[in-house]
């Protein structure tokens, strides 16, 4: 059987290390696609050239015309621009959709079977525009951000607790913004959630609100510190897993920016839900009970993505 192609739109920091994850996992063959002349050709030619010493196979090819996506199984979208220090994903809106809108349309006209992974910035607003501006089904086109969130939640709290970050679950819902939501009642170190954990005096109250609110803002933490772009590693990490769980039908309980028509009490929008990922794209959208606690700040997030798939719309009154 053929080898599953990898379509990868935008060619820099994340792009680079899809592809380098994609080859060294061997998920399939792999094209590199950036306006940048050069850019995706000399990143594939260097991962290519990597094969030998690391021992995989595939083909990994750069390039500027969409028609090289032809076909494409899985296309993961990083086309766009990060935030400096003292930007909000926010700020990134008026630029990064008019960057999704010719995507969508390459998308559309060469790779309309594909499973669709969304990372561009500000994330809820970009996968929505994106589904848009490609016409693929709202299942076949989903949003990278809560497992990457729930990956920083998770490192500190294996940290904190010092245990095996295997041992370690968590779940962050919401927008992919200042208000996401860390649920600490569906978080656990090995199955014990983590209000019991503080009841146990394993940690304290604070030390947990300490660690959702640097959860929150480890985008931000890491934009500080790098100054000239965003976090790539784990956000590359993350949507190679959630390829991953398409590809090889894994049925994987992940937290993505899907469109939600019914559950959750939400009509039609996308925003960080738990999911099962597997062949037929988003299969299922996890309807979980909330507390009112935790349903307020999921309303709260809910209506920032809301407030900026309006302000899509006020710049292009072509989007429904
Ligand atoms: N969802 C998340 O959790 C998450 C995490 C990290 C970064 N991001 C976002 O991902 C995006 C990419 O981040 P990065 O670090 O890879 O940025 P980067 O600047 O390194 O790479 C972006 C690439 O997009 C290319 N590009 C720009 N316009 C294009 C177009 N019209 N068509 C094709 N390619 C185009 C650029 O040439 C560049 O190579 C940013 O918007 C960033 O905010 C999201
Ligand atoms: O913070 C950013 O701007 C990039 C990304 O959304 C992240 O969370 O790392």
Redesign the pocket.
């Known amino acids: 059987m053929a080898r599953p192609k990898i379509a990868l739109?935008?060619?820099?920091?994340?792009?680079g290390t899809l592809a380098h994850l994609a080859a060294i996992k061997e998920l399939g063959d792999v094209v590199l696609?950036?306006?940048?002349e050069g850019?995706p050709q000399g990143k594939a030619l260097d991962i290519a050239e990597s094969g030998p010493a690391e021992g995989f196979d595939g083909s990994f090819k750069g390039t500027n015309d969409y028609a090289d996506i032809a076909g494409a199984d899985v296309c993961i979208v990083?086309?766009?621009?990060?935030?400096k220090p003292g930007m909000s994903?926010d700020d990134?809106l008026g630029i990064?959709l008019k960057?999704m809108k010719?995507?969508g349309e390459g998308i559309k006209a060469h790779a309309p079977d594909a499973f669709v992974i969304c990372?561009?910035?500000p994330?809820d607003a970009m996968v929505w525009a994106l589904q848009q501006y490609a016409g693929l089904p709202a299942n076949k086109v989903v949003?990278?951000?809560g497992v990457?969130?729930s990956a920083r939640f998770r490192h500190f709290l294996a940290t904190e607790f010092n245990v095996s970050m295997r041992d370690v679950t968590a779940f962050v819902l919401g927008g992919?913004g200042d208000t996401m939501v860390p649920l600490a009642r569906y978080s656990t170190v090995g199955g014990i959630p983590l209000p019991d954990l503080v009841e146990m005096g394993w940690t304290t109250q604070e030390s947990l609100d300490a660690i959702i609110q640097r959860t929150r803002d480890g985008?931000a933490e890491i934009v500080g510190l790098l100054k000239t772009?965003?976090?790539?590693y784990a956000?590359a990490t993350?949507a190679i897993e959630m390829a991953e769980a398409y590809l090889r039908d894994q049925k994987r309980l992940l937290p993505c920016a899907a469109y939600v028509d019914g559950a959750l009490g939400l009509e039609g929008m996308y925003v960080g839900v738990p999911t099962i990922i597997g062949a037929g794209g988003i299969e299922r959208v996890v309807d979980i009970k909330m507390n009112a606690d935790e349903q307020a700040m999921f309303d709260k997030s809910v209506d920032a993505v809301k407030g900026l798939v309006d302000a899509c719309k006020g710049i292009d009154p072509t989007l429904a």
């Open positions: 739109i935008g060619a820099g920091q994340i792009g696609f950036d306006i940048a850019i990083t086309a766009g621009v990060p935030r994903r990134l990064n960057v010719s995507v990372i561009t910035n994330l949003g990278m951000a990457l969130d992919h985008g772009g965003s976090a790539f956000p993350s």
